[in-house]
C-alpha cells in the first residue's frame, strides 16, 4: 500500500517528524533519528550550527542534507519579525531551502503560541516563496485562517511544549482535520508512544516531535517505539475502527441458523 505523506508537492515514507536539539551529542542525534525512520528532520536555527558558527561541529556533518529533508524552525522567536528573520537567515544557509516551521512564541513559561503574530509572519513568509508548515493552538478558526494564507501544513499542539502530557483536546483536533484540506500534524505535547498512535487514529497526517525522545532515559529505544506507534495508528485509522457502544446490545455471531439440538 503507497500511503505517502505529501508536504508541498514531495512524498515521504515515514509520517514521523523529529526534532535535533535536547540530545546529549550529535551522535545521539543520529542514532536515535535512524531508529525513528523519521525523514524529515527540525532545527531550531537559533540554537544548532548548520554552519553559522565556523570551527564548530555542524549537524550538517552528521545528518546529511542528501539523506534527510531539513525543516528550519523559528524556535525562539516571540515576534513576527524575528521568525522572518530567522527563516530567511536559514534559506542563505541552506542553499535557497524552501520548507520551514513557522512557530512564534507567545509566551516564555508555557510556550503557547502568539497566534497573532504567528499570522502576520505566515503572511509575509508565503508571499516570499517559502513552504510553511506552521505550530499553532488547537483553535479551529485559526488553523483555517493559515490555511487560507498559503500555509502547506498546520501543526496544532496537543499540549504545551516538552509537557509530555498527551492529546488534551481531542474535540478540537478531530475539528481541525475535517475542515482541512492540508496536511494536519500533531506538534507538541507528545509523551510516549500511545500519544504518538491517538493522534494517528484521530486522523492526522503525522506527528513532530522531540523531547519525547530525547528527553527519554533510553532515546534510541524511544526513537524505534515512536516509528512502531505512527505505524500502528495510522493502519489503524484507514482500516476504520468499530463503533463504540456502553456494551454489545447486538451478538457479533447471528442467533438465526444454529444448531440445535432437540432434533
Given at each position: 500500500?503507497?500511503?505517502a505523506?505529501?508536504?508541498a508537492?514531495?512524498?515521504?515514507?515515514?509520517?514521523?517528524?523529529?526534532?535535533?536539539?535536547k540530545?546529549?551529542?550529535?551522535?545521539?542525534?543520529?542514532?536515535?533519528?535512524?531508529?525513528?525512520?523519521?525523514?524529515?528532520?527540525?532545527?531550531?536555527?537559533r540554537r544548532?550550527?548548520i554552519?553559522q558558527?565556523a570551527?564548530?561541529?555542524?549537524l550538517?556533518?552528521?545528518?546529511?542534507p542528501?539523506?534527510?529533508?531539513?525543516?528550519?524552525?523559528?524556535?525562539g522567536?516571540?515576534s513576527?519579525?524575528?521568525?522572518?528573520?530567522?527563516?530567511?537567515l536559514?534559506?542563505e544557509?541552506?542553499?535557497?531551502?524552501?520548507l520551514?516551521?513557522?512557530?512564534?512564541l507567545?509566551?516564555?513559561?508555557?510556550l503557547?503560541?502568539?497566534?497573532?503574530?504567528?499570522?502576520?509572519?505566515?503572511?509575509t513568509l508565503?508571499?516570499?516563496?517559502?513552504?510553511?508548515?506552521?505550530y499553532?493552538?488547537?483553535?479551529?478558526i485559526?488553523?483555517k485562517?493559515?490555511?487560507?494564507?498559503g500555509?502547506?501544513?498546520?501543526?496544532?499542539l496537543?499540549?504545551?511544549i516538552?509537557?509530555?502530557?498527551?492529546?488534551?483536546?481531542?474535540?478540537?483536533?478531530q475539528?481541525?482535520?475535517e475542515n482541512?484540506n492540508i496536511?494536519?500534524?500533531?506538534?507538541?505535547?507528545?509523551?510516549c508512544?500511545?500519544?504518538?498512535?491517538?493522534?494517528?487514529?484521530?486522523?492526522?497526517?503525522?506527528?513532530?516531535?522531540n523531547?519525547?525522545?530525547?528527553?527519554?532515559?533510553?532515546?534510541?529505544?524511544?526513537?524505534?517505539?515512536?516509528?512502531?506507534?505512527?505505524?500502528?495508528?495510522r493502519?489503524?485509522y484507514?482500516?476504520?475502527?468499530?463503533p463504540k457502544?456502553?456494551y454489545?446490545?447486538?451478538p457479533?455471531?447471528?442467533?438465526?441458523?444454529?444448531?440445535?439440538?432437540?432434533?
Amino acid at each position: 500500500m503507497n500511503d505517502a505523506l505529501v508536504i508541498a508537492g514531495k512524498s515521504y515514507q515515514s509520517r514521523l517528524l523529529v526534532g535535533t536539539g535536547k540530545y546529549k551529542d550529535f551522535t545521539e542525534t543520529r542514532a536515535a533519528i535512524d531508529a525513528s525512520g523519521a525523514q524529515i528532520v527540525t532545527v531550531a536555527i537559533r540554537r544548532t550550527n548548520i554552519g553559522q558558527v565556523a570551527n564548530e561541529p555542524s549537524l550538517l556533518d552528521y545528518l546529511p542534507p542528501e539523506e534527510f529533508t531539513y525543516l528550519p524552525n523559528t524556535a525562539g522567536c516571540y515576534s513576527a519579525d524575528d521568525a522572518v528573520r530567522t527563516l530567511r537567515l536559514a534559506r542563505e544557509l541552506l542553499d535557497g531551502h524552501k520548507l520551514v516551521k513557522l512557530e512564534v512564541l507567545g509566551d516564555p513559561k508555557t510556550l503557547y503560541p502568539n497566534v497573532i503574530e504567528t499570522l502576520a509572519a505566515a503572511k509575509t513568509l508565503v508571499k516570499e516563496g517559502f513552504d510553511v508548515m506552521v505550530y499553532t493552538s488547537d483553535d479551529p478558526i485559526i488553523a483555517k485562517q493559515l490555511e487560507d494564507i498559503g500555509c502547506c501544513a498546520v501543526m496544532p499542539l496537543a499540549s504545551l511544549i516538552g509537557s509530555g502530557m498527551g492529546i488534551l483536546n481531542p474535540w478540537n483536533l478531530q475539528i481541525i482535520i475535517e475542515n482541512a484540506n492540508i496536511p494536519v500534524l500533531v506538534d507538541a505535547g507528545v509523551g510516549c508512544a500511545a500519544d504518538a498512535a491517538i493522534a494517528m487514529e484521530l486522523g492526522c497526517e503525522g506527528v513532530l516531535m522531540n523531547t519525547a525522545i530525547a528527553a527519554a532515559q533510553n532515546p534510541v529505544l524511544m526513537a524505534g517505539a515512536m516509528k512502531k506507534a505512527i505505524e500502528a495508528g495510522r493502519e489503524s485509522y484507514l482500516a476504520g475502527r468499530m463503533p463504540k457502544k456502553l456494551y454489545s446490545a447486538s451478538p457479533s455471531s447471528p442467533t438465526t441458523g444454529l444448531i440445535s439440538g432437540n432434533g
